[in-house]
């Protein structure tokens, strides 16, 4: 696949476009799941497995690090209203 820039194209293939993507939709399936929770230490714990596992399965990127500390910080804020 090819997109255009300002200044000319380039290529990006599949594989850095799933780079891309599993971070963010598997941050998106984060924050539905925890979106009732009430932050016990149990759900915080389960939020840390969860979370680790998606950086390493998406490659311990930078953006993949970005993309989930902004939904733990989330999940975070949703389960401190919940209380």
């Known amino acids: 696949m090819t997109w255009m820039l300002w200044k000319g194209a380039f290529s ?7 780079k891309i993507y599993y971070p963010i939709a598997e941050s ?7 979106c009732d929770a009430t932050g016990t230490p149990v759900e915080y714990f389960k939020l840390q497995e969860k ?8 490659g311990k990127t930078t953006f993949a690090s970005e993309i989930l500390a902004a939904a733990v910080n989330e999940i975070d804020r949703i389960m401190r209203e919940n209380k």
Do not use: G, H
């Open 28 to 34: 998106w399936k984060l924050i539905r799941e925890f």
């Open 51 to 58: 979370s680790q596992m998606i950086y390493e399965k998406a």
């Open 12 to 18: 990006v293939t599949d594989d850095e476009l799933r």
